[in-house]
């Protein structure tokens, strides 16, 4: 099952406004929708994170 696209684009949204590669909406959308088609092990799970992980731009996070 594929994501609305409204929430596509907030995802989108929140990332833009938070000065985030599109890398990192990317692979957030990637990871909600192979959860929304399927019951993801904790391996699985952990892989996504760390993909995100992975593009988050720290520099870039506000306190």
């Keep these: 099952m594929s994501l609305d696209s409204e929430i596509i ?3 989108q949204d929140a990332i833009k406004e ?3 590669s599109d890398s990192v909406a990317k692979r957030l959308i990637a990871w909600i929708e192979a959860m929304s ?3 993801l092990s904790n391996t699985d799970n952990s892989n996504h994170l760390d993909s995100i992980y992975n593009v988050i731009d720290i520099t870039k996070i506000q306190e």
Aim: glycine share 0%; charged share 45%.
């Design 9 to 11: 684009k907030a995802i």
């Design 37 to 39: 088609n399927s019951e």
């Design 18 to 20: 938070e000065d985030q």
